[in-house]
């Protein structure tokens, strides 16, 4: 379910109340891939509810360059949303989560394997409440940016 900001954490107040642990995790998502899949099951088997930060499209053209996103915001936020490991879905315009991070407090903060913890946005409030940064094996196999890349080749050829 794809929820704004206030809704998201009127639902996290009450299911953390009644003990539930909240992880959440934030990408573009722009091509949803395999190995997008795998990192959400991972993060899922740790938390009793899973949260996922979706980019605005123009905060991915700000990260990714002028030619992206090439899925619109409000679908990439539906197609994850429909994800099983998945429960809640925000969209957020700013360059990063931390304000959604604030928001919500999870118990654990997670990233995919190719982001250094150091790196993580958020990691050191999570950090000062006693929550867990966890970062998740990545399927080295499985990139956007390596898809990207095979469809550029196979159309020039």
């Given at each position: 379910m794809v929820l704004p900001l206030t809704e998201l954490v009127r639902?996290?107040?009450?299911?953390?109340a009644?003990?539930?642990?909240?992880?959440?995790?934030n990408g573009c998502f722009d091509l949803l891939h395999a190995g997008h899949l795998d990192?959400?099951?991972?993060?899922?088997?740790?938390a009793d509810l899973l949260i996922v930060g979706i980019n605005?499209?123009?905060?991915?053209?700000?990260?990714?360059?002028?030619g992206r996103p090439l899925v619109p915001a409000r679908e990439r936020a539906r197609l994850?949303?429909?994800l099983k490991?998945?429960?809640l879905v925000a969209i957020f315009a700013e360059p990063t989560p931390l304000r959604l991070i604030r928001a919500i407090r999870p118990d654990i903060l997670a990233k995919g394997g190719d982001w250094k913890?150091?790196?993580?946005?958020?990691?050191?409030?999570?950090?000062s409440y006693g929550g867990k940064v966890l970062?998740?094996?990545y399927m080295k196999s499985h990139s956007t940016s390596r898809l990207l890349q095979r469809v550029r080749q196979s159309k020039s050829r």
């Open positions: 639902v996290v107040r009450r299911l953390r009644k003990g539930k642990v909240i992880a959440f995790t990192t959400l099951e991972r993060i899922k088997r740790r605005s499209d123009a905060s991915v053209r700000r990260l990714k360059g002028p994850i949303a429909a490991p998945v429960d913890r150091g790196e993580i946005v958020g990691r050191e409030l999570v950090e970062v998740v094996p």
